[in-house]
């Protein structure tokens, strides 16, 4: 099994699901949620539980939540003896869904993820620069990811998340190994193309190693041997799809980290992605048994 390196946020997840049709502005009776969650922590999580050797820098408060956190983390076998124990709140992410499971409307409060800035991270790079494999949070802030792109040299793994937080990393595409974004991310970073197949190309002349596009329930694109190949998940009926793009994210480089073909690799993310939506929370702990 690998090593990898994750840095990145650590939160608890509330997540509220109604049980019919989701009225705005109104009470909607349903059934609400609790779990550990953080774009960082939940590919830990998998990642662990998948076997790897997982090491994480995250901020975690000390609050009960943020106790627990850590708690969780160590059961996990997951080092975290490097990461920040703050004296802060833990950070938090609010999401309502609709009756699908597909989060309609979110809010993440989390301040602490300031704590990993430069400085911290300037004061680990000795610890840092010991890994070959790396994912970095695009919820740290720019002036950390920087930080990070010029600092290290490895295999950098990440998930674009989003069109603003996509940005930050825009300035080192030549830096990452694996981009995984949907149309709307791979679009906006891409800046040229008249479709996917000449988005991820415009992507990989930017110096990306790897573009992986996930679009929902529809089809995987990714570059292979010089073309873009695409494949169709499964059907599916989702209990939830918070954590499955993490998901997806973490049985790709499981994978890459097994040193499988990038097919295979792709199609543990698909696996990975429709164990998670099987469950209420951001990750499956039955993950092992579906890759």
């Known amino acids: ?14 997540i509220a699901i109604p049980d ?40 975690l408060g000390n609050d009960p939540y943020g106790i627990a956190l850590r ?4 059961k996990l076998s997951v080092n975290i003896k490097e990461s920040i124990f703050a004296s802060e709140r833990s950070g938090y992410y609010l999401a309502i869904c609709d009756a699908l499971g597909d989060m309609q409307v979110a809010v993440c409060d989390n301040e602490i993820n300031e704590r990993i800035n430069p400085e911290y991270l300037k004061s680990k790079l000795d610890y840092i620069n010991t890994f070959e494999h790396f994912v970095f949070d695009t919820n740290l802030s720019f002036a950390s990811l920087k930080f990070l792109f010029e600092n290290t040299s490895g295999k950098i793994y990440l998930d674009a998340t989003s069109i603003s937080k996509g940005k930050l990393i825009e300035p080192y595409l030549s830096k990452i190994s694996v981009l995984k974004g949907n149309r709307v991310e791979i679009k906006a ?5 008249a479709d996917i197949e000449e988005e991820i190309k415009s992507l990989l002349k930017k110096g990306v190693e790897r573009v992986v596009l996930t679009s929902g329930p529809g089809p995987v694109y990714y570059n292979l041997n010089g073309k873009v190949e695409s494949i169709m998940p499964p059907p599916a009926t989702p209990v939830s799809t918070t954590g499955s793009g993490d998901a997806f994210l973490s049985g790709v480089i499981h994978g890459i980290l097994l040193e499988r073909p990038f097919s295979e690799c792709i199609a543990f993310g698909i696996k990975a992605a ?18």
Do not use: Q, W
């Not at 429709?274 to 890759?291: I, S, W």
């Open 274 to 291: 429709a164990a998670t939506m099987m469950v209420y929370g951001a990750c499956n702990p039955d993950l092992k048994k579906y890759l």
């Open 1 to 14: 099994m690998g090593k990898i390196l994750i840095i990145g946020a650590a939160n608890i997840d509330l």
């Open 189 to 193: 970073l891409a800046k040229a193309g």
């Open 71 to 74: 708690d969780d983390l160590e």
């Open 20 to 59: 019919s049709k989701l009225r705005m502005r109104d009470s909607n009776i349903g059934k609400a949620n609790i779990s550990f969650g953080g774009v960082g922590r939940n590919l830990v999580e998998n990642l662990a539980r998948l076997g790897h050797e997982v090491h994480f820098l995250t901020a």
